[in-house]
Every structure is written in C-alpha cells, then in structure tokens.
C-alpha cells in the first residue's frame, strides 16, 4: 500500500478513516524493516504537519510508538530544525505527539536530539506547566524522562513554586513533579 504511487499517503494520514489504515499497518508486528523507511520517507517534511492534525497527530503518535530510533530522532530533528517544538507543544493536536516523544524517548540519554529536545522545553517550562495542553507534557517529563534531563527543570519548579501553586494546570505540575521526582 505505501508504494503503490495511486495511493495518495498524505491524504490518508489526516482522514478521518484513512489515519486508521495508516496505524493499523505501522502495527503489524515484525513489519519489514523496508516498509517503516517508506514511512519514515513520506513522513519527512511533514511531521509538524502531521502532528497538528487531527487524525494525523494519531499516525505521529503511533510512529513514535513503532520506528526504529533512528528514525524518530530524524522526526524529532526535524521538528527542531524548523523551530516548531513550541508551537507543537501549544497545539490541541500536537501536544500529544510530544507527550509521546516523551514517553517513547525520555530514557534516550545518550541522544543529542533529545537532548536539544528537552532544552527546548525547559526553556519554556513555565509556560507550558500554565497552559491547558502543554502542561501535560511537563508532567510526562517528570514521569518518563531520565532524572539528568529534568534536573534544570526541576530547579526552575521550585523556584516558581508559589506561581505555579496558584495557577489551575500548575499544580498538577507540580503534583507529578513531587510524585516522580528522584531527588
């Protein structure tokens, strides 16, 4: 089906039925190593496009779940690349592909990708931890990341306590960050 050029992927990934066929495939256990770099090529240039869809977000999310490493630091490099992690990280939709970034590389310690990744958020943590959607993420990265990538963030909580204790998303915040802190 991804080779077949009468099948247009772009418009299958954000239908509202097509989305499914997409994942239901990315799901297939043991699938062809060739298959997921077929993937993994149309996704480029296109995952912030994807990722702020409604039903594209859901192949993101899956495609974080099932590609190889390398293949979701390419994804996430891009995101970087054009200077879109903020905006997904505002976006109904796009928040949950970060949230699965994080929950699906959070322990990739040894990844620079990641590591600018997490730079980014924290340089926009308390922003994030007073939004509607992106104050998920912050919370996802207490729970998943490994403990050296949210050290700073950790440090900024706290000395922001009191805002973010008053704040209708920022507690919640700071109960994950209380609940899966290491030190």
Same mark, same amino acid.
């Not at 779940?65 to 905006?87: G, R, T, W």
């Not at 939709?93 to 310690?109: D, E, L, P």
């Given at each position: 089906?991804?080779?077949?050029?009468?099948?247009?992927?772009?418009?299958?990934?954000?239908?509202?039925?097509?989305?499914?066929?997409?994942?239901?495939?990315?799901?297939?256990?043991?699938?062809?190593?060739?298959?997921?770099?077929?993937?993994?090529?149309?996704?480029?240039?296109?995952?912030?496009?994807? +990722?702020?869809?409604?039903?594209? $977000? /859901?192949?993101? !999310?899956?495609? %974080? &779940?099932?590609?190889? @490493?390398?293949?979701?630091?390419?994804?996430?490099?891009?995101?970087?690349?054009?200077?879109?992690?903020?905006?997904?990280?505002?976006?109904?939709?796009?928040?949950?592909?970060?949230?699965?970034?994080?929950?699906?590389?959070?322990?990739?310690?040894?990844?620079?990708?990641?590591?600018?990744?997490?730079?980014?958020?924290?340089?926009?943590?308390?922003?994030? +931890?007073?939004?509607?959607?992106? $104050? /998920?993420?912050? !919370?996802?990265? %207490? &729970?998943?990341?490994? @403990?050296?990538?949210?050290?700073?963030?950790?440090?900024?909580?706290?000395?922001?306590?009191?805002?973010?204790?008053?704040?209708?998303?920022?507690?919640?915040?700071?109960?994950?960050?209380?609940?899966?802190?290491?030190?």
């Amino acid at each position: 089906i991804f080779k077949n050029p009468n099948i247009c992927f772009d418009e299958m990934v954000v239908d509202l039925f097509g989305n499914y066929v997409i994942q239901s495939i990315l799901q297939i256990p043991n699938l062809d190593a060739e298959y997921m770099n077929v993937v993994s090529s149309k996704i480029r240039r296109r995952v912030f496009k994807y +990722s702020t869809n409604m039903h594209g $977000c /859901r192949v993101m !999310q899956t495609c %974080f &779940e099932v590609l190889p @490493a390398h293949q979701k630091e390419e994804m996430l490099f891009e995101l970087l690349a054009e200077n879109q992690v903020k905006d997904c990280c505002f976006n109904f939709n796009g928040n949950h592909v970060v949230q699965k970034i994080i929950m699906t590389m959070g322990k990739y310690v040894n990844s620079k990708v990641m590591l600018a990744f997490i730079n980014v958020l924290e340089g926009w943590i308390i922003d994030f +931890s007073v939004h509607e959607f992106s $104050c /998920r993420i912050v !919370q996802r990265m %207490f &729970e998943y990341c490994d @403990a050296s990538f949210v050290k700073v963030s950790g440090e900024t909580m706290l000395r922001n306590f009191y805002y973010l204790s008053k704040d209708e998303y920022g507690i919640f915040v700071l109960s994950a960050m209380l609940d899966f802190a290491t030190d």
